[in-house]
């Protein structure tokens, strides 16, 4: 079955940096568009960054030029890169594949940002 384990989170300075991973299986990986949402207590998750298999990345204009999108097909893995991290930047952090018949969540990884 499809499965999402997001790790990597955790709490952060702001201007800190933290690498996000999300181990992916279940499905042809490499086959897929990746992309990473985040989700804050009480809200829907929100789109954050697509990295599509053309390598063409899409960006939420509140991460752009602070956060990179990457993958690994080798590893079946797909990652989130944030520098200067900003409080705003403070939810839950889940990957998913687009285009896949059904959405199946991950448990996600806290990233708190504060001094």
């Known amino acids: 079955q499809v499965q999402f384990v997001e790790s990597g989170g955790g709490l952060v300075q702001p201007g800190g940096s933290l690498r996000l991973s999300c181990a992916a299986s279940?499905?042809?990986?490499?086959?897929?568009?990746m992309s990473w949402y985040r989700r804050t207590p009480g809200n829907r998750r929100n789109l954050v960054a697509t990295?599509?298999?053309?390598?063409?990345?899409n960006y939420v204009d509140a991460v752009k030029g602070r956060f990179t999108i990457s993958r690994d097909n080798a590893k079946n893995t797909a990652y989130l890169q944030m520098n200067n991290l900003k409080p705003d930047d403070t939810a839950e952090y889940f990957c998913?594949?687009?285009?896949?018949?059904?959405?199946?969540w991950g448990q996600g990884t806290q990233v708190t940002v504060s001094s």
């Open positions: 279940g499905f042809t990986f490499s086959s897929y568009a």
């Open positions: 998913n594949a687009e285009g896949l018949p059904t959405r199946t």
């Open positions: 990295l599509w298999r053309s390598n063409d990345t």
